[in-house]
């Protein structure tokens, strides 16, 4: 493994539109793995009339196709109801995996796309484990793209390179890092990450679901949590996102009303939406929340689920003075 020691750091407090790339979250269950790039390829196999593997430059040759999207982690699958809020905005570039679908050719039988990483190890007790995501046939073949480069540039070596996938709308562990092969099946891969770790009983249900679509969900970029602001005229500034449009974000004060912030709408690609609220607080300490509401109707819980309200604390009025007039 080339590092152990992961930033598992969330980065609150970057207000950029798009995520600088030293200040996205890195997630790696299984450690980070030493890639040797001149002997990497990526596989097209199983249920397929034309199995092939290409090297990288092979797939660089292809048209290439880049994106905004928000890029979002489910949180700790071992705490699912504990909010995490990592989540960042990138620039995708690659190709859709419906380009090596149309060439592999499924077969009929085919009805579930498996992807597997380079990175091997133990997780939760368990040895010899590699990493590995599946979707349904018809869901990867829409939804699915394969990133070579994040904000321009190839991806690192924490965030998957040389290929990942990147499934937008869906959470981070559905993008698959450092992608070495893809299986098609005629069934789910029982499977540590598939079946065991990331599935969830919604509300109302009774059977777990793979841990896929994204929740409605908004965070406050600035003021951050702890603050200590000299003036009480402040820009609240925040992201939302969902897997439609996000049609309103609220703010409330303290246990006052729901104001509307005023919100960007969503453009054409699946990035997240800046909101903004001018607030003016008197001094002391204050309680301000977010709360966003997608075009399907989602709203964003109250706490005790993973995507509830956010809420950050901060104090107006330096104590002991120093604040200017
Ligand atoms: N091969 C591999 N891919 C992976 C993971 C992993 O451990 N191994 N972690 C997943 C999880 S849980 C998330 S949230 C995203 C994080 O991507 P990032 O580290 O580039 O932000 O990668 C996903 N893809
Ligand atoms: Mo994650």
Redesign the pocket.
């Known amino acids: 493994m080339a590092e152990q020691a992961l930033d598992v750091r969330d980065f609150d407090d970057v207000v950029d539109f798009v995520t600088p790339v030293d200040h996205?979250?890195?997630?790696?269950?299984?450690g980070v793995p030493d890639v040797d790039v001149d002997s990497w390829t990526l596989s097209v196999e199983g249920l397929v009339e034309r199995p092939f593997q290409l090297r990288l430059d092979e797939l660089l040759a292809l048209p290439a196709r880049r994106f905004t999207a928000f890029?979002?982690?489910?949180g700790s699958p071992f705490r699912p109801d504990v909010p995490t809020r990592?989540v960042?905005n990138l620039v995708w570039t690659g190709f859709d995996l419906s380009v090596l679908l149309d060439r592999a050719v499924p077969l009929a039988s085919a009805r579930h796309v498996w992807f597997e990483?380079?990175?091997t190890g133990s997780f939760d007790g368990e040895d010899g484990l590699s990493?590995v995501?599946d979707l349904p046939l018809e869901t990867a073949r829409r939804d699915v793209f394969l990133a070579y480069e994040m904000n321009g540039e190839p991806l690192t070596v924490?965030?998957?390179h040389p290929l990942?996938t990147v499934v937008p709308r869906m959470?981070?562990?559905?993008?698959?890092?450092?992608?070495t092969r893809i299986i098609l099946a005629d069934e789910r891969p029982d499977h540590m990450f598939t079946t065991r770790f990331y599935t969830r009983v919604h509300p109302g249900e009774q059977t777990a679901r793979p841990v896929r679509s994204v929740d409605v969900g908004s965070k406050i970029l600035g003021p951050q949590d702890g603050d200590q602001l000299a003036d009480g005229r402040v820009r609240l500034v925040g992201r939302a996102w969902s897997t439609c449009e996000v049609v309103g974000v609220e703010v409330s004060v303290d246990e006052g009303p729901w104001l509307p912030a005023s919100l960007e709408p969503l453009g054409a690609d699946p990035a997240w939406q800046p909101f903004t609220l001018d607030l003016r607080l008197p001094p002391g300490r204050h309680r301000v929340r977010a709360r966003a509401t997608d075009r399907d109707g989602r709203v964003q819980p109250p706490p005790g689920a993973r995507n509830s309200v956010h809420e950050v604390t901060v104090t107006v009025g330096v104590s002991g003075g120093g604040a200017e007039a």
């Open positions: 996205v979250f890195v997630r790696a269950h299984l890029h979002e982690c489910f990592a960042a990483g380079a990175d990493y995501k924490r965030h998957g990942r959470f981070g562990t559905n993008s698959v890092k450092w992608l």
